[in-house]
């Protein structure tokens, strides 16, 4: 049994939660984009499931968002689900950052997802109804430029003009496109394939690293 779910994505910098139900019902919440994720993502999770009238041991499964992403966001989202898991032992689902992105676009279509790394670079997916065409990267937006003018999504502002490219609207919510990148990602996995703890997949050197460097 995989529900009552919990999900959590902080990859572009606000946190995103949704609480699954087995019946369908979903209940969502976001961070406020002023504060810092260390006071406010365990009060969101519980005020989720206060809502839905139920506490942590009623969980079976949780989700997380792996990113790429903002490195405090992730750490951080990381860290959460770490510890509230301590006690629980739940499996734990990691789902892509960019893979919510995209399926924000509402698109069955393929397309890019392009946002700014900073240093001169740009996490890139490319998605197709919530399937990677290609592996998550992180590469320089002059390779970028080098691609073929495509379809593309992004949270942030690219730092200079994609020629060609078209930025497609986002209508869908965040918390709208982690439930659905979440109950894809369902399909293909079994329970006891699940890690308990996963890692962030950061793609990138922090910038603590690039000054040792």
């Not at 005020?47 to 992403?69: K, N, T």
């Not at 995209?102 to 919530?130: I, T």
Request: charged share 20%; with cysteine.
């Amino acid at each position: 049994m995989n529900y009552p779910l919990l999900a959590l994505d902080a990859a572009p910098g606000r946190g995103s939660a949704i609480l699954l139900l087995p019946d369908g019902e979903l209940f969502a919440a976001e961070s406020e984009g002023d504060r810092s994720h260390s006071r406010t993502l365990v009060p969101m999770l519980e005020g989720l499931l206060s809502r839905a009238g139920l506490g942590w041991s009623d969980l079976r499964m949780l989700a997380l968002g792996i990113g790429p992403g903002s490195f405090t966001g992730l750490r951080i989202a990381a860290a959460t689900f770490a510890g509230i898991n301590a006690s629980l032992a739940l499996p734990t689902l990691p789902v892509s950052s960019l893979a919510v992105t995209a399926a924000q676009a509402d698109s069955d279509d393929a397309l890019w997802v392009l946002e700014d790394a900073r240093a001169g670079e740009v996490f890139v997916g490319h998605y197709q109804s919530c399937r990677a065409i290609t592996d998550d990267r992180c590469i320089s937006w002059e390779a970028v430029q080098k691609e073929e003018p495509a379809s593309y999504v992004s949270v942030s502002t690219p730092p200079l003009s994609l020629q060609g490219w078209q930025r497609l609207e986002m209508p869908v919510t965040r918390v709208e496109a982690l439930a659905k990148v979440v109950r894809e990602a369902l399909r293909d996995v079994e329970q006891g394939d699940l890690p308990r703890y996963v890692q962030p997949a950061y793609l990138q050197i922090s910038q603590a690293e690039r000054n040792l460097k």
